[in-house]
T-cell receptor
Framework: AQKITQTQPGMFVQEKEAVTLDCTYD???????LFWYKQPSSGEMIFLIY??????QNATEGRYSLNFQKARKSANLVISASQLGDSAMYFC?????????????????FGKGTKLSVKP | EPEVTQTPSHQVTQMGQEVILRCVPI?????FYWYRQILGQKVEFLVS????????KSEIFDDQFSVERPDGSNFTLKIRSTKLEDSAMYFC??????????FGPGTRLTVL
């Protein structure tokens, strides 16, 4: 079974509108972290936003917010006021288990990504 | 926040040759990771490195791969005898104390 599922291979959005990119996850751990990364055509992986499993409020970073629904195991990324520069691949990722100094946990499991295209 | 730099940005090699990919963290962190991304596919974890030792590795990280921190700053991934299927983007990442991983710009490896 996929640990991270992104069901939208491609999405289009009109400039200045909001868009939601879907992500569902599968874990039996109580402690985990959820991440979104942006990958423009140049190839680098840019960290956008993080949500911890114990965080009660949805994470926000500027125009990015994470709609975290724990019972549904979903962590959708919302981009408000889309810009042309938002056109890119977007990856949802999960870190299972707790992270502690001296521990070995921390590696990320990625979804297959969603290609977002912003239309002028 | 400038995170890590990686060299080279692009490496072309012949099948069977050894390659060394380098990662230079800007600041001193203990936790490092290597990931790879085959063209058009998702990012896959290879290995994590903590306190100058391998702490976890995936099934992809077989005997042809090795990691080192030879001089306390550079962090290298060595692929001993490259295969065509090793062609991918290789990312180094570091983890901050807050759990977030920041990726380097990647090295695109092409095996001919």
């Amino acid at each position: 079974a996929q640990k991270i599922t992104q069901t939208q291979p491609g999405m289009f959005v009109q400039e200045k509108e909001a868009v939601t990119l879907d992500c569902t996850y599968d874990t039996s751990d109580q402690s985990y972290g959820l991440f979104w990364y942006k990958q423009p055509s140049s190839g680098e992986m840019i960290f956008l936003i993080y949500q911890g499993s114990y965080d009660e409020q949805n994470a926000t970073e500027g125009r990015y917010s994470l709609n975290f629904q724990k019972a549904r195991k979903s962590a959708n990324l919302v981009i408000s006021a889309s810009q042309l520069g938002d056109s890119a691949m977007y990856f949802c990722a999960m870190r299972e288990g707790s992270v502690s100094y001296g521990g070995s946990q921390g590696n990320l499991i990625f979804g297959k990504g969603t290609k977002l295209s912003v239309k002028p | 926040e400038p995170e890590v730099t990686q060299t080279p940005s692009h490496q072309v090699t012949q099948m069977g040759q050894e390659v060394i990919l380098r990662c230079v963290p800007i600041s001193n962190h203990l936790y490092f990771y290597w990931y790879r991304q085959i063209l058009g596919q998702k990012v896959e974890f290879l290995v994590s490195f903590y306190n100058n030792e391998i702490s976890e590795k995936s099934e992809i990280f077989d005997d042809q791969f090795s990691v080192e921190r030879p001089d306390g700053s550079n962090f290298t991934l060595k692929i001993r005898s490259t295969k065509l299927e090793d062609s991918a983007m290789y990312f180094c990442a570091k983890r901050t104390g807050t759990d977030t991983q920041y990726f380097g710009p990647g090295t695109r490896l092409t095996v001919l």
